[in-house]
């Protein structure tokens, strides 16, 4: 269960959101610069906010005086266009996030993550040769080859061409299913894929929730 | 030229190594700590570091006498605490070196981490990464060809330094007789042969070090152009 509370001055307004999300896909809706990427920064400890708190489970990751680094928030992210280390092959790439010592135990984990997103023949090859699509299935399978507690993507199809994004937006679907212990919270500004993905759908505008709705799938 | 010193060559090579491995140390520290940080007085920092480009050599060398020298700040420390002179030595020359080539792997150091795409080492450290891992596996080797290209430019200087090294490290054959510094007491002495022997070796030198460092960021500049470009 993720319990958020985030103040934050930006530069053209204040962002004030309060949220939850439980085992289930949060889509986080509204047209660019309402401060979407920005609540995500917050939540993966890559910026802080001004006042608030952030529950994850029964960790507090920020609030009451402390912020738990990004490295040990156990939180994935995908961002926009992937960030896939471009001078590692797409296996070091999966691999990164697993500590050197785990490495022995994770191997079945891995091997799901790769047999689940159907990227097994691309881990010898580095990120400039495969596709949009591809690009988008290992950058998933290195954020979760890191076991999170909560899993962050920040507009993971908007990179892609309208087939490859409907076919991704199945797979999302599909992953959540499998790691369903895992809530996501996907920000989009696209409005029918934020009723495609989401279970619940918080719409943001000028960093203030305005609306929220429940998906009848 | 049969029976030919070349002390000068060994102390250039020397000296020149020494100094480039100390800046690309401290050049890499340095341009990294600062590259992505905004700060007040940043620039005064920067125009601090980068101050040995613009001045003549002699001012740099009479810069470092002062500091070094006998009864200067740094010199008389040393040379009560360590028995180390500075001044007429070839640390004098290494030390001399290390600031005129220290500009140059700052600059490129600077430029090559601000190419780095800051959201590699965020996705980094999101996966657990410590920031001393997210160095070493992502802004290093992604600055890598901006590096080398600083270590070259400054080994080569190191190589031609003359002005600071003569005021700091004098002229003494055999102790701190670099090639730059053998071609002008050769031509001053009337040895035209013997400087022009230095200068074949210096001008070979400093081409093959060019020549090699073009050869090598056009090759690296189309693999990382064909990177991005997918």
Known sequence: MLDVQIHKKLSHFELDVTFTADHEIVVLFGPSGSGKTTILNCLAGLEQPDKGCIHLGDSLLYGEGKSVPAQQRKVGYLFQDYALFPHMTVEKNIWYGVPKKDRPNKIDVIQQLLDVLRIHHLIKKYPHQISGGEKQRVALARALATEPSLLLLDEPLSALDEETRLQCQDELLRLHQLWEGVPFLIVTHNRQEARKLGDRILHLNNGQLIDEWKNER | ?230
Not at chain 2, 49 to 69: C, I
Not at chain 2, 91 to 120: H, K, T
């Open chain 2, 1 to 230: 030229m049969a029976s030919a010193d070349y002390t000068p060559l060994i102390l250039s090579l020397k000296v020149a190594a020494i100094s480039t491995t100390i800046v690309f140390i401290i050049g890499i520290f340095f341009a990294h700590l600062i590259a992505r940080k905004q700060f007040f007085g940043k620039s005064i920092i920067e125009s601090f570091f980068l101050l040995p480009l613009v001045l003549p050599p002699t001012v740099v060398g009479f810069g470092l006498l002062l500091l070094f020298g006998k009864n200067g700040w740094l010199g008389k420390w040393l040379l009560d605490w360590f028995d180390v002179q500075v001044v007429f030595s070839w640390i004098g020359a290494v030390i001399a070196s290390i600031v005129v080539s220290f500009p140059l792997m700052y600059q490129s150091a600077a430029a090559a981490f601000a190419n780095v795409d800051v959201r590699l080492e965020k996705a980094a450290r999101t996966m657990g990464a410590s920031n001393w891992r997210v160095f070493w596996t992502i802004a290093f080797p992604l600055a890598w060809p901006g590096l080398l290209a600083g270590l070259v430019l400054s080994f080569a200087r190191g190589l031609g330094e003359f002005g600071a090294t003569l005021m700091l490290a004098g002229y003494i054959p055999g102790k701190t007789d670099t090639i730059p510094m053998a071609i002008y007491f050769a031509v001053e002495s009337g040895h035209m042969e013997k400087a022009t022997f230095w200068v074949i070796i210096i001008v070979a030198l400093g081409f093959s070090t060019i020549t090699w460092l073009n050869w090598w960021s056009k090759r690296n500049m189309r693999r990382f152009a064909n990177e991005k470009g997918r």
